[in-house]
């Protein structure tokens, strides 16, 4: 439990956020402990400390230190031998990655749990694949969207390799035009390794319709993922961020950037200002990728259509909401234009 060498975790206040991911990527537990140049401790920071940061609309350029947690849980070095179970056992409790053991303002040790690679993670996740695509006609005429090959491999096949590589082991498909093609595709591609059940939608259920037909026994959260989303970002850190943040609803954000394609007038009262050609705006747009809670989704009627969005906004009064920012590789394939970048940059989803 408790780590000695502590070195590949330490980094110092001089880096930008985009070193600090890639760090962060790097070790296992993923926390870094964060010193000043003089090696003195001013605290930790964790990839749910990134993306709250990110949150506030900052840059990956920013220094590391405005997005450091300055007051951490810690264990003065005099307190380790009568407090060493204690602290332990707040690490475990409290679903912390690493506790630092300070002495002189210096980190010298740290309780440390490991995550064990070996292990599944049981958590069951949810490819809604039952739309019909309509903005991928005629394309989507005879064959379903999640079926449409980039590179001479479908979509949907993406999705679940990235599911097998990230060691998950449960799966729902939930199926409705043309589902019999990509059930027959799945039982036929055998290098799965996954629990795969079908959720048969008899009519359209919307993309949220369906949730309430998985079996909830056993079960705490549920990953769902819209089936024509392709992404380089790993599912158990959007789980972790919402198991750690205590959300009903975690929605993964991504910033997107559009020209407004005429020049912007701005006046204030009536009374004009200025003009702004062609003014970019970014904003905070859902991913359609998800993590619910049990709990929300025992409450989704049987067989009724419900979007998406009207369940999260159906809630968002009563439960708590989480935003988890991105910042990592996403596309949404259900137009034409994505379907050709996708093609052409299909590097970016290894």
Not at 4 to 33: E, G, M, R
């Amino acid at each position: 439990m408790i780590k000695v060498k502590i070195n590949s975790h330490i980094v110092t206040n001089k880096i930008d956020i985009k070193k600090a991911i890639k760090k962060i990527n790097s070790v296992n537990p993923p926390i870094l402990f964060v010193n000043d140049s003089n090696g003195i401790f001013l605290g930790t920071i964790s990839d749910g400390d990134i993306r709250r940061f990110l949150l506030k609309e900052k840059s990956l350029q920013s220094n590391i230190k405005e997005a450091v947690n300055t007051k951490p849980i810690f264990c003065n070095a005099n307190e380790l031998m009568s407090k060493a179970n204690f602290y332990e056992k707040k690490l475990i409790n409290n679903s912390l990655k690493g506790i630092p053991i300070i002495e002189n303002k210096k980190i010298i040790k740290a309780f440390i749990l490991k995550i064990n690679p070996l292990k599944k993670n049981q958590t069951p996740i949810m490819i809604m694949a039952g739309g019909k695509g309509s903005r991928l006609l005629p394309i989507t005429k005879n064959i379903p969207k999640p079926l449409i090959k980039i590179n001479n491999k479908p979509m949907i096949q993406f999705i679940i390799d990235k599911i097998v590589e990230e060691d998950f082991e449960n799966l729902y498909i939930s199926i409705n035009h043309l589902g019999n093609q990509i059930i027959e595709y799945v039982n036929s591609y055998n290098k799965f390794g996954l629990n795969i059940k079908f959720i048969i939608e008899k009519s359209p259920l919307g993309t949220a319709g369906s949730l309430s037909l998985i079996k909830k026994k056993n079960i705490k959260n549920l990953i769902v993922i819209n089936a024509d989303v392709i992404t380089s970002l790993k599912y158990e850190k959007l789980l972790n961020f919402h198991q750690e943040n205590r959300n009903e609803i975690t929605i993964a954000g991504v910033r997107h950037k559009y020209q407004v394609p005429f020049g912007s007038i701005h006046a204030k009262n009536q009374i004009f200002k200025n003009i702004i050609e062609k003014p970019v705006i970014e904003t905070l747009v859902n991913a359609g990728i998800y993590v619910i809670s049990i709990g929300l989704i025992k409450k989704i009627k049987k067989n009724k259509f419900l979007s998406m969005v009207d369940l999260i906004n159906s809630v968002s009064k009563a439960k708590k909401i989480g935003i988890f920012p991105m910042h990592e590789e996403w596309l949404d394939i259900g137009n034409k234009e994505n379907l050709m970048r996708a093609k052409k940059n299909i590097k970016i989803y290894k």
